[in-house]
């Protein structure tokens, strides 16, 4: 699988952006797929994922209530809709893949920088 993340750039607090990740490849029902952001200075964090087939999804608690992880099976497109953005959210965004949900996350995309300013 080849991930390709792309949506990111510059926004205002309070603002809004819509990150893609197109995947190349098979993807199956019981594939997760998830974002995760790096800040300077700081370790990668989880942000959200989703099953593929089923729809479920998971929130990091500092982004709950304002993300939104969504899929396009059709175009087999990861989304990740940010309301509200907050200058503490400026990070790269990488989206990630696994076939086996108890393991850890098999394929990386090269990510995509946010910038939000206050």
């Known amino acids: 699988v080849q991930l390709q993340a792309s949506g990111g750039g510059l926004v205002q607090s309070g603002g809004s952006l819509r990150l893609s990740c197109a995947a190349s490849?098979?993807?199956?029902?019981?594939?997760?797929m998830g974002w995760f952001r790096q800040a300077p200075g700081k370790e990668r964090e989880f942000v959200a994922s989703i099953r593929w087939g089923a729809g479920t999804t998971f929130y990091a608690d500092s982004v709950k209530g304002r993300f939104t992880v969504s899929r396009d099976s059709a175009k087999n497109t990861l989304y990740l809709q940010m309301n509200s953005l907050k200058p503490e959210d400026t990070a790269v965004y990488y989206c990630?893949?696994?076939?086996?949900?108890?393991?850890?996350?098999?394929?990386w995309g090269q990510g995509t920088l946010v910038t939000v300013s206050s």
């Open positions: 990630a893949a696994k076939f086996t949900s108890n393991r850890p996350y098999d394929y």
């Open positions: 490849g098979r993807i199956f029902s019981s594939t997760v």
